[in-house]
């Protein structure tokens, strides 16, 4: 006979692991709640918290699995629905994520949560002005929710409709004058004067009991202030502050995970000569791959205006893979035979497989403008060997500053908020291009920004040409390109091209001793 377990208790252990999940210690949420469920396995918080926490630490296989074992228990549980809907939109699986979603509606068809879910998949398939529908739906059930207002503002900036986006920010900063990413959103699209009233708020803000993340959004926004006026000094007196805080909320990470990544890549590619490789049958990929903060958003706006191109932005597809399987020593040895030939029915399975993912967006021809996928452009071409690869390049030190100098949503790209291992990143993948274009002589596109930026017309045609498209007038100008920008180059982007962000760095050599080092 099953033990009764007390509802007290349950209660109880409950908040505590709430407790946890609100600190960000998901490993500890996991472990207790794992732990719970050998007594009572009945409980839907359950299957969520541990879902949402392998989610966070991407983990996504594992959330996918106590999500589908929760539905197998409560088949009709809206929150296990939701969120595995939600799951599925991260994983870039947005036809099964609309599935669940619209599943989740079926049965509440005002549920604020699921109406805010299905926001963001809308959000992320480029359908934003569905996604402003959905998170109005939920407005009106709610309307003094942090999240849902911050993610209506930032929709609202997809569509460079900046002031309707400031509205609503100042409203955030007046019913929650503790979210200080409304703060820092602002800041990316509010162009600061010397004595600015929102600085001043800014930095009086600090003085309040914040949380460690608050802290961070204040320093990268203030420090953009100062930029804005040109206050190098002061500047990046903030940003020092802003980067050691964020870098230190990554309790668990490791570089030499970073580093691990480069090294197995390079040695399972150095012997691998690509050749006689099987055309997959969707050719027309092109990739944009660099740095962050290389001019990759400006490349994706200027091929995406191009009337036969689905400009789909940063799709995770390819880096959730391999992100995935560099470590698995049993799918790089079904992919390589001795290091040195590829396995081609393995290869072509695993390329189908793929191909499903990206035949959710029914387009001719998808670009995809993920910049870390440079790490993948060996996988890349042995998938797709007709993919066209387009390689931003940009003045180190102005890429470094750049980086250095925001905040990535999500927290990502934890090596980027420590200068030493910036550094190290920054040369890992000058080291690894250069691999890559002595491996696929003439198969990669490298476009220096300074160039596409001095001589946009010329260099703007190389690249078209580049992707065996023809000419269209459309793409020497980007800004009438309605295409959603979701990247922390939101407000640029929009603009026509600039040239005072050349030689930036020098302004702060004084001051930011690491680019010195690059």
Not at 73 to 86: K, Q
Not at 403 to 430: A, C, M, Q, T
């Amino acid at each position: 006979m099953k033990k009764n377990i007390d509802i007290d208790y349950i209660k109880s252990e409950l908040k505590k692991i709430q407790k946890y999940f609100l600190a960000q210690k998901f490993k500890k949420v996991i472990e207790k709640t794992t732990n719970l469920m050998k007594k009572d396995a009945n409980q839907v918080p359950f299957y969520n918290y541990i879902g949402l926490s392998y989610r966070q630490l991407g983990q996504n296989q594992n959330a996918e699995s106590i999500f589908k074992k929760g539905l197998e228990i409560f088949p009709n549980s809206l929150t296990i629905i939701c969120n595995l809907g939600a799951l599925y939109r991260v994983m870039s699986r947005f036809e099964e994520a609309e599935h669940f979603l619209k599943k989740g509606l079926e049965i509440k068809e005002d549920d604020f949560n699921t109406l805010c879910n299905y926001g963001n998949l809308k959000r992320d398939i480029n359908q934003n002005k569905e996604a402003i529908k959905y998170y109005k739906k939920a407005y009106k059930i709610n309307k003094y929710n942090e999240t849902l207002l911050i993610n209506l503002a930032g929709a609202y900036q997809i569509d460079a409709e900046f002031e309707i986006s400031k509205n609503i920010l100042k409203e955030i900063h007046v019913n929650f004058p503790k979210n200080t990413k409304a703060d820092f959103m602002y800041s990316s699209i509010h162009n600061y004067q010397e004595n600015d009233d929102h600085r001043n708020e800014m930095i009086n803000k600090l003085n309040l009991d914040l949380q460690d993340q608050d802290i961070v959004y204040l320093n990268f926004a203030i420090g953009k202030s100062y930029s804005d006026v040109k206050k190098y000094q002061e500047s990046s007196s903030y940003f020092i502050k802003a980067n050691k805080s964020q870098f230190n909320l990554f309790t668990d990470y490791k570089f030499e995970d970073e580093l691990n990544k480069f090294n197995i890549i390079k040695s399972r590619f150095k012997n691998f000569e690509f050749k006689d490789l099987c055309p997959n049958k969707k050719p027309n990929l092109i990739f944009i791959v660099g740095l962050p903060r290389s001019g990759t958003t400006l490349t994706h706006q200027i091929i995406s205006s191009h009337s036969e191109v689905y400009g789909a932005g940063e799709l995770p597809i390819i880096a959730n893979i391999f992100n995935n399987k560099i470590n698995d020593n049993l799918f790089l040895n079904k992919v390589f035979k001795d290091n040195e030939y590829y396995n081609n029915s393995f290869i072509q399975e695993f390329a189908e497989k793929v191909e499903k993912i990206f035949n959710q967006f029914d387009s001719k021809i998808i670009l995809d403008k993920l910049p870390l996928n440079f790490m993948w452009i060996g996988f890349i071409k042995l998938l797709f060997p007709q993919a066209k690869i387009i390689h931003c390049k940009r003045n180190l030190r102005d890429v470094a500053l750049s980086i250095y100098r925001n905040y990535f949503d999500g927290g990502h790209l934890p090596w980027s908020y420590n200068e030493e291992n910036l550094v190290k990143f920054i040369k890992e993948y000058e080291n690894l291009m250069n691999f890559w274009n002595n491996k696929l002589p003439n198969q990669i596109y490298n476009c220096e920004y300074e160039n596409l930026v001095n001589n946009k017309l010329d260099e703007t045609k190389r690249i078209i040409s580049f992707c065996n498209l023809d000419w269209q007038d459309s793409c020497i100008d980007h800004t009438k390109n309605d295409t959603g920008i979701k990247t922390v180059s939101i407000s640029q982007a929009r603009k026509p091209i600039y040239k005072s962000s050349i030689k930036l760095s020098d302004n702060y050599l004084d001051y930011l001793n690491f680019l010195k080092k690059i």
